[in-house]
Structure formats: C-alpha cells, structure tokens
C-alpha cells in the first residue's frame, strides 16, 4: 500500500516534505482523471448535470482507482469543517464550508487534501469558477492549513483553452486577486482535457498552490442522457 512518507522537513497542517507532498498530489489527480476516464466509458451515469451530480458518480470509479492504485486515503465527499467559532457557538454552523472531496491519508503520515468541483459552460461562468472556488481557498475558507488544493472543472461547453483566458481575465480584474494568481498551462490541453496550475500567498493560512484539472465532457453529456448507474459488486480491499 502507498501512503505519503513521512518528513523530517518544513511542516504545515500536513506532515509531509514538500517534493513528497507535490508527488502524492500528482498521483491523485492522476486517479481522478482516469475515474473520470472510465466514468465517461460506462456512458457518464448520473441523476442530472448539476456538478453535485457529476462529481457523485465519479466516486465509486475514483475509489476503485485508488484502491487499485494502493493509494491509502480515505475520501469524503460534502466534508463540512467546523472550526472553533462554530464549536464555541459564536458562528453559525451553516455557514461551515463544505468541500466537494477530501482526501485524508490513514497512512503513517497525517495529511489531507481537498478539491472543489465546479462546472463551466450552461449558465456556469468564468466568475462563478474565481469566486465561488479558487477565491475559497485563497481567502483561507478552504484548506487553510494546507499547502496544496484542487479544483476540477467539468467543461461542458466550449473547451478548456477556450475557458482558460475567460478564468485569468476574472482573477486579473479581481480586487482581491489580480495576475500573480492567474492560472499556467502545465500539460499540452486538447478540446477534452487541460491542467493548470496557480500559486497563492494567502493573508490567512499557509502558501498554497492549486492544481486544475478540466475536462471537456460537454458531448459526452449531450449524448448520454441522465439516468443512473447500473449496480456494482461492492468494491474488495486492495491486500
């Protein structure tokens, strides 16, 4: 089984050493793209486009690859966090964040990881991504104590070089971003798949980079209508 090693160097709210952390990170973006692979193999179930949507019927493939894969992490979608003014009773618990998947290591090390999904394309815009997801973690709702965060977009109009210059021009024009936190091409993008990166130095908790992973599954959707998925046998730990 694979968990992140453990680290003698600089530590945040993860225990890991920061060219360790950045490889698991990797590797689990790399599980989530082949979960959305094979998501879009079986037909693309799910009850409807909504990104809720999409992102719950990409969990079983995705714990099967990490299963298969001996990454020992246990995920947890719509993980709320309550923080000690919420424990205490000074703020209201439904103002928690919630995020879309967390990654947490039961390994040696303590570590977690957590990305937001977000749609572009139908409605869902450029700003919704910036505002209500990356501006999350850099303002520290999301992850503060964390070094590395994800988002994926689901693209499900245009491609994703079409959106990444509609994503930057929001975050340049943004009063509390501004261009040191665009987002950089780090592998060849086609009309199906892009990643990026973006670098933040965040006023509350750690320095964080994100890792966006989009993909263009528009038509995929259009031609695969919502229904569900057909049942599966339960999934067998990985020895």
């Known amino acids: 089984m694979s968990s992140p090693p453990k680290s003698s160097g600089p530590q945040s709210g993860n225990s890991l050493g920061q060219r360790a952390e950045r490889a698991f990170v990797l590797r689990l973006m790399a599980a989530v793209t082949e979960a959305i692979a094979r998501w879009v193999a079986e037909g693309c179930p799910r009850y409807n486009d909504h990104e809720v949507s999409i992102t719950a019927a990409v969990l079983t493939p995705l714990r099967e690859v990490v299963t298969e894969d001996g990454l020992e992490v246990v995920i947890d979608p719509e993980r709320v966090e309550w923080d000690e003014a919420i424990l205490s009773g000074e703020r209201d618990p439904m103002t928690a964040p919630r995020f879309d998947l967390s990654f947490r290591s039961f ?22 991504y910036v505002e209500d ?20 977009g689901y693209v499900v109009s245009g491609t994703p070089s079409q959106w990444q210059p509609r994503v930057n021009n929001v975050i340049d024009a943004h009063v509390a971003l501004g261009p040191t936190h665009r987002l950089s091409q780090v592998a060849a993008a086609d009309s199906t798949r892009a990643t990026y990166e973006s670098t933040h130095v965040r006023k509350k908790g750690a320095a964080l980079t994100l890792r966006h992973a989009w993909f263009g599954i528009g038509a995929e959707l259009a031609n695969a209508p919502a229904k569900p998925r057909a049942p599966r046998e339960p999934l067998a730990r990985a020895r």
């Open 107 to 128: 390994g040696q090390a303590p570590w977690q990881f957590t990305i937001e999904c977000k749609r572009l394309g139908r409605g869902a815009t450029a700003r919704d």
């Open 133 to 152: 997801g990356l501006l999350e973690f850099v303002d520290g709702s999301y992850a503060a104590a964390e070094r590395w965060g994800g988002m994926l």
